[in-house]
């Protein structure tokens, strides 16, 4: 039994759109094969981007897409993805299996790919191997309006007018793969590097991001606050869900049930996360100026046999739709810090929200969970009083027709009957739910539909109380009009 009331004063601010940010690296096939196929592909495209792929992601309404790593963006040179594609270099993609990168999709294709979604960007920079004034010119090449060696040689490539970057990231990962550094180091860099990335556009400037912390190194977090808080707006944190130790990463599919319930734990840690880096946070930023930005967060699998294990190409289950409900309801909570989140990674790699097998596209449970928390996008999450089940998670966020409610049961044979006080009259209730019934429920190319959204009708409501009875393995969002 859970109950949830609900006061329209208790509020705890809006909940950005950028929460529901996507994230996609030159890694196995997250770029190449899952987004871009090339103009002349077989595969339906628009300008190299497959047109299903574009198709499924529009309806889910990606507010931002981070790009283009991870890892590779520290191995990575601009200046090698743009001009004709038949002259750009092949190199080797160092971070992800040594494979070739043909550097077909650049800058160029990446907007195209932002104009294709309706997205903003989010470039992440290379700060552990290139050099600042190799990052300043790229800012120069994507955003000076005017005449100077960057913006002609971009109008030479076929774009006249710049592009708007919203968000900018200096390194990724900089106290690991991103150049191994101290603390103290980074700071300086960052301080250093950030001097030189321009914002052209007045009315629209960088949102500059400096290299977080990784999991719970909270001195990294202490220190890049203490020294350089004053020139960043957001600061990153990466944390996955594992259901073992790192290097014993677990299956898929075919888990036994202390492993759904350790991937569940290891993906609520991030409440624990958030909440003590914002503490850190709060004694240099106590006005919360600086934003948390999760830009890499998900679950982190086993890869499926025979594929690349460098790829990162891992099944998602009805076990990964409980964590992108339970992780997006830990953000709501916190909206005073979080600014942005990525989950990683789009299509093909981790918790995707796409796979893909040549022409064949299937969405996935975590798809789904993106689809049906549309609402909570941009609207004002409410600090509701509750006591919930052990194995309930909820967030309640008010829109103009009333609230919207969602609501998981990760227990794994009960229902549980929430009960939700209402703050004023109740019209009308429309509910979704996606649903298991086993524990690795996933849809695959031979069954693409095995697990999607359906109507919610186990309700009943009086004028202000709402019940909702949510059967175990099941997310369910209530849009609830009500009164006023
Ligand atoms: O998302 C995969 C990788 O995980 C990223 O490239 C890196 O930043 C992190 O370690």
Redesign the pocket.
Known sequence: MSHISINRQRQRGKISKYIYGQ?S?H?GRSIYGGLWVEPNSEIPNVNGLRSDAITALKAIKVPVLRWP?????DTYHWADGIGPANKRKKIVNT??GGVVENNHFGTHEYFELLKQLGADAYVNGNLGSGTVQEMSEWVEYMTFNGTSPMADLRAANGRKDPWHVKFFGVG??SW???GNMRPEYYADLYRQYQTFLNSYDADHPLYKIASGPNVDDYHWMDVLMKSAAPYMDGISL?H?ALASAWEDKRPALAFPENEWFSLIKSAQKMDELITKHSTIMDKYDPQKRVGLIVD?WGS?LRTEKGTNPAF?YQQNTIRDAMIAAITLHIFQKHVDRVQMANI??MVN??QAMLLTDGPKLIKTPTYYIFKMFLKHQDALAMDTLDTLAETTSASVSKNQDGYFISLCNYGLTAADTVTIDMDSTIHTVAGEMLRGTQMDQHNDFDHPDAVAPEKFTATTHDSHQLTAKIPPMSVVTLQVTTEN
């Open positions: 994230f690296e890694l790593g991870g890892c590779f963006a971070s992800w990724n990962e690991g793969g991103g990466h996955y890499e982190w990162l990683a990674q790699v981790l």
